[in-house]
Nanobody
Framework: VQLQASGGGLVQAGDSLRLSCEASGLSFNVYAIGWFRQAQGKEREGVSSISNKDGDTWYADSVKGRFTISRDAAKNTAYLEMNNLMPEDTAVYYC???????????????WGQGTQVTVSS
């Protein structure tokens, strides 16, 4: 099983980025996908998640209205569209796949390697 996160980079406040999470070695359609982030010196936190069944989504309050999660089963890929980025969004972003749709890291079984997002003010 491999989850390949990509799309991070260095941007300015107010800019947008789209993160991708390409999955291989698993049946993509049976897994919920979550995005998490970890800023330097802080604990990993949930950002967004999407169910594999009904497309139900969840967002952390800090990103609600700015971030959009989606998934494309044909491409075995999930996305996190991030708009109006702020310096406090700076972190390493990880995608994860889990058998159960949830918002906590412990609920996810497989993890990608992370992609760095840096937002300058």
């Amino acid at each position: 099983v491999q989850l390949q996160a990509s799309g991070g980079g260095l941007v300015q406040a107010g800019d947008s980025l789209r993160l991708s999470c390409e999955a291989s070695g698993l049946s993509f359609n049976v897994y919920a996908i979550g995005w998490f982030r970890q800023a330097q010196g802080k604990e990993r936190e949930g950002v967004s998640s999407i169910s594999n069944k009904d497309g139900d989504t969840w967002y952390a309050d800090s990103v609600k209205g700015r971030f959009t999660i989606s998934r494309d089963a044909a491409k075995n890929t999930a996305y996190l569209e991030m708009n109006n980025l702020m310096p406090e969004d700076t972190a390493v972003y990880y995608c994860a796949a889990g058998w159960h749709y949830g918002i906590h890291a412990v609920e996810y079984n497989y993890w990608g390697q992370g992609t760095q997002v840096t937002v300058s003010s």
